[in-house]
């Protein structure tokens, strides 16, 4: 009678610290993943990461304006045409605005906007300064974004 109380009590303790420890460490390797993606991501010269989930998507931006859009089935680059990328100063704004185009020989057009506010990524838990919206054609994307530094 003593062995099965004492059964019970360890498997909820086990199951109740598992999930908790589990949690905590799923959360730690996908924040150290992105981490270090994003050190990869500035050392191959891009400056700047968007991100967002359903459906994942991601921007990359680097000092000159180059663009790269990427989203499942969908590999996009263009360049940005109004806003300033490569200036020091557009990552402590507040808030700021790029408009690009995309795709060479096209006239289509993206819009990303960047908002100082801290942001989550649902899919990695990995925390962002800022919060994006991109608009592409007739579909909007809300994300993430920081600034990439080498």
Known sequence: EVRGEGEALHGEVTDE????????LQGEVRGEGEALLHRELAEAGWRWVAV???PGWRVLVD???????????VELEGYVVDGDVGDADVGDADSFQWKAMVAEGSKD???LEFHREDCMDTM????????????????????CGNALVP
């Not at 610290?17 to 905590?24: A, L």
């Not at 000092?63 to 089935?73: K, N, R, T």
């Open 63 to 73: 000092g000159d304006g180059v663009l790269a859009f990427s989203m499942i089935g």
């Open 109 to 111: 057009s993206m819009s």
């Open 52 to 54: 967002g989930q359903e």
């Open 17 to 24: 610290v598992g999930e908790m420890v589990h949690g905590e």
């Open 124 to 143: 990695s838990g990995y925390g962002y300064a800022y919060r994006v919206r991109v608009e592409f054609g007739d579909r909007v994307f809300d994300g």
